[in-house]
């Protein structure tokens, strides 16, 4: 079965540091995304990207955060300067139609950043 | 932003029984309601969903139901089994492009053998 992949598994990093999470979408999926989940705290939407550009992103989302597709397959986000609260489960996902209905999800980046 | 919420954390069942999971919402825009399912260290993986325009969705053991008029929805599986036991996440999203799924805050099933 299609599964989104992401690497690596787990990052520590400085505050400060720049880190790029990367991703694999489904390899038919034209809908990318990225989620976080803090600890302890709910899942939360941070940018959807379509046809190469951002189609929507959340307050979270500022401009320490970009993402891009810099080919036919790989889906990154990357983070120019990490903070403390940046810690956080961070969530690829894909989706083949433009619906929210169905979208699956990578098994995660674990970011620490110290 | 509380959109979803679902106000019990955790849930025990014992095995073979029914699991009835309860979801509400505020937001009267959304047109589809989702199930994840996510095991520790791992991605959400989608359950069931129904679209707002339905009252029931059946999927093996598990159902959705949706009351739009009390804004509630409800993740029936029956019956439960060890297997089962995860965090069980609503979610809602909207149609039409690029539409991103606000989750609720999750509930920890256990079934217990």
């Known amino acids: 079965e299609p599964e989104v992949t992401q690497t690596p598994s787990h990052q520590v990093t400085q505050m400060g540091q720049e880190v790029i999470l990367r991703c694999v979408p489904i390899s038919n999926h034209l809908y990318f995304y990225w989620y976080r989940q803090i600890l302890g705290q709910k899942v939360e939407f941070l940018v959807s990207?379509?046809?190469?550009?951002?189609?929507?992103k959340s307050e979270i989302f500022d401009d320490q955060f970009s993402v891009e597709r810099p080919d036919g397959s790989n889906f990154t986000l990357k983070i120019r300067s990490t903070k403390l609260e940046d810690s956080a489960m961070y969530f690829c996902?894909?989706?083949?139609?433009?619906?929210?209905?169905?979208?699956?999800f990578g098994p995660g980046t674990r970011l620490l950043v110290l | 932003d509380q959109q979803v919420k679902q106000n019990s954390p955790s849930l025990s069942v014992q095995e073979g029984r029914i699991s009835i999971l309860n979801c509400d919402y505020t937001?009267?825009?959304?047109?589809?309601f989702l199930w994840y399912k996510k095991y520790p260290a791992e991605g959400p993986t989608f359950l069931i969903s129904i679209s707002s325009i339905k009252d029931k969705n059946e999927d093996g053991r598990f159902t959705v139901f949706l009351n739009k008029s009390a804004k509630h929805l409800s993740l029936h599986i029956v019956p439960s089994q060890p297997g089962d036991s995860a965090v069980y996440f609503c979610?809602?999203?909207?149609?039409?492009?690029?539409?991103?799924?606000?989750f609720g805050t999750g509930t920890k099933l256990q079934v217990i053998p």
């Open positions: 996902a894909s989706s083949e139609n433009a619906g929210g209905e169905t979208q699956y």
């Open positions: 937001n009267s825009m959304f047109d589809y």
């Open positions: 990207f379509y046809n190469n550009e951002i189609s929507e």
């Open positions: 979610a809602a999203s909207r149609a039409g492009g690029y539409q991103k799924v606000t």
